[in-house]
């Protein structure tokens, strides 16, 4: 069952006249108890994407020009602030990339956790004060009475991290963004961090979209993965199936440049040749054409379209076989 | 805690030794002769020559500091010249107004300056922004003595809604706490301004939208109380600020402070008086800026007392 599905979103920065295309035409969905990766190097629209899809991305300077963002039967396109502030908390949860700066350094972690039940739901303190308290020991969290008194600045990043996820879904999301979350952590805590995720999700049932540069923790956290270059999405398949045969080119040289423990010690990180074009710098044709081996004339005038097949998505006129 | 305090109290001592050395350098050096002031404009040589004695101005500096410190350290700030009274007694009954007036001007910068700075972060680049924005440049700009005069003209005598000048009920208080608080309201809107911009734009404040907060809530609670933290640090250090701005004021409005009586005791060369406002200026200026660190951890978490000397 879908629980989160975006269409066609575009959206772009800036002004009128001097408007820049971001995001172009990116569409996704994710089920029940799925978590669908998006992945991409920085500044190819990942975070944009998602943010966008919630209404979270501060508009202005963006604005969504196209699409739609369908949770449940609700357009999130089409809500206004107030609808927005009873999703947000509620049926959408958020988890930010940095731990060290996403809670407000001045309240202590039990008001802004219990600001959350607070925003959207009726009850005592006491009610308040007991489900805070659960959240937190279900997030592994220790010693959770004590924390309620303690401030940001006492606790570690791994615990901060904790805190955002639960505060993120003290109300039990059926749509979790994830965006970059482990990003900011050591490995250890990445894995602590991502088998808790995994666990919450089985738990509760919720579809996460998950978004990371990082292919390593896709492989090992994530259902499906959606590929992003330059503002749209270029492949898409079971995580599975997009490592053992990436299909476009720029996928393939995504994955030849990770290192694995059996790449040789004295050999050198493949690399991509040239630079991402910046957001007002595509032209017409597919926007990695410029970088890309296979690429003839055709894909220097004409953008392929994303075309589903099998069972997974691709945008390239010449797929690697 | 209590260390901290002793080491603070040890360097506000010290700090007052400082500040009466210094005044009393410069009243010594001042071509202004106190005796011949007292005496009047008819009087005879010798009858100066007696009041310089009678005062012990005739003795050498050294001699007239540390007879005065001495005196200081068991609480006698000596007496008047002119009014012949104890300048404890003297200060002390001109101290409520001041610190009235003081009042008055924290509440004006704070209720215009925040106010003001809110708003225009809210909408930067609006009509308000640039609006307010100008308004508090006039505000930092415009001399006191001006900015006071200038409110008389049009609230007292235009508009006859204030009194003209004097002490008593609140409607005295208005403009003189106005014309004090309006430099601070004008510093505080630009301060606000900046500070909600930068905290606005902070990873904690989209989480709190993240979770569905209404927006006043972030802006009121979660930007507020962090955009107002450095603010709280200043208002210690106006009260030092108001010490000066107090002797403007309080002779342009008729307000019986102590602004007003260092005014007179420096027309008089009363220095025993002189002396007695300086170092409740000092004291005041040093627990100003106490008060303001002693209120930092209560606002900001983070804040740790420390005693300076063991830094």
């Known amino acids: ?321 | 805690m209590i260390r901290y305090l002793l080491g603070r109290l040890g360097q506000a001592a010290l700090l007052l030794v400082g500040v009466s050395f210094i005044t009393f350098v410069l009243l010594y050096i001042l071509p202004a002769d106190p005796a011949r002031q007292l005496a009047g404009r008819s009087a005879t040589p010798e009858t100066v020559e007696a009041i310089r004695v009678q005062l012990g101005l005739d003795r050498p500096f050294h001699e007239q500091y540390t007879r005065y410190l001495g005196n200081l350290v068991q609480g006698d700030l000596g007496r008047s010249y002119a009014q012949k009274t104890e300048v404890t007694e003297v200060v002390a009954a001109r101290l409520p107004p001041t610190l009235l007036l003081m009042a008055g001007a924290i509440v004006v910068e704070l209720a215009i300056g925040l106010t003001i700075g809110v708003l225009a972060a809210l909408r930067p680049g609006s009509r308000f922004d640039h609006g307010a924005m100008i308004l508090s440049f006039v505000g930092v700009s415009t001399p006191q003595f001006v900015a006071g005069i200038l409110m008389l003209y049009v609230f007292s005598v235009q508009l006859d809604w204030f009194p003209v000048g004097g002490y008593g009920t609140w409607r005295h208080l208005v403009l003189p706490a106005l014309t004090l608080g309006l430099l601070g309201a004008g510093w505080y809107s630009r301060m606000m301004r900046s500070a909600m911009l930068d905290v606005m734009a902070r990873d904690f404040v989209r989480t709190a939208r993240a979770k569905g907060v209404s927006e006043w809530r972030v802006v009121l609670v979660h930007a507020f109380r962090n955009a107002v933290l450095p603010i709280v640090a200043m208002i210690g250090i106006d009260i030092g600020l108001f010490m000066s701005g107090a002797v403007i004021v309080e002779s342009v409005f008729g307000w019986p402070g102590i602004g007003q009586l260092a005014w007179q005791a420096i027309q008089q060369v009363d220095i025993p008086i002189i002396m007695g406002v300086t170092l409740v200026a000092a004291v005041a200026i040093v627990l100003g800026n106490l008060l303001a660190d002693l209120v930092a951890p209560f606002m900001d978490p983070r804040v740790r007392l420390r005693t300076p000397t063991n830094r």
């Open chain 1, 1 to 321: 069952m879908t629980v989160f599905r975006v269409d066609n979103l575009a959206v772009s920065f800036g002004g009128a006249g001097r408007r820049v295309r971001v995001v172009d035409g990116v569409s996704f969905s994710v089920d029940r108890g799925e978590t669908l990766g998006l992945v991409g190097e920085s500044g190819c629209g990942k975070s944009v994407t998602v943010l966008s899809s919630v209404r979270l991305q501060p508009s202005p300077p963006s604005h969504v020009d196209t699409g739609a963002a369908w949770l449940g039967d609700t357009n999130l396109m089409g809500l206004d602030a107030k609808a927005l502030r009873n999703l947000w908390g509620s049926r959408i949860g958020v988890v930010f990339q940095d731990p060290m700066t996403s809670l407000n350094p001045v309240f202590t972690i039990g008001s802004q956790l219990r600001e959350t039940l607070a925003t959207h739901t009726r009850g005592s303190a006491a009610e308040r004060e007991e489900r805070v308290l659960a959240m937190l020991a279900r997030v592994g969290i220790n010693a959770p009475q004590r924390r309620l008194q303690q401030y940001p600045h006492e606790l570690s990043g791994g615990l901060r991290q904790r805190v955002l996820i639960a505060m993120a879904l003290m109300l039990r999301p059926e749509l979790l963004i994830a965006d970059e979350p482990t990003t900011a952590l050591d490995v250890t805590l990445q894995a602590q961090i991502l088998t808790l995720l995994r666990e919450l999700r089985d738990e509760f049932g919720m579809g996460i979209v998950f978004v990371t540069h990082d292919l390593g923790v896709v492989a090992q956290f994530c259902d499906r993965v959606a590929v992003m270059y330059a503002g749209r999405i270029v492949e898409s398949a079971r995580v599975g199936e997009l490592f053992r045969a990436p299909r476009h080119p720029y996928t393939r040289a995504l994955l030849a440049s990770t290192p694995t423990l059996e790449s040789p010690k004295d050999q050198l990180l493949a690399t991509i040749e040239g630079m991402v074009p910046s957001p007002g710098q595509r032209g017409t044709g597919c926007s990695f054409a410029p970088r890309c081996g296979q690429a003839s004339s055709r894909c220097r005038e004409e953008a392929p379209q994303l075309i589903e097949a099998d069972g997974r998505s691709l945008a390239c006129f010449h797929p690697v076989s």
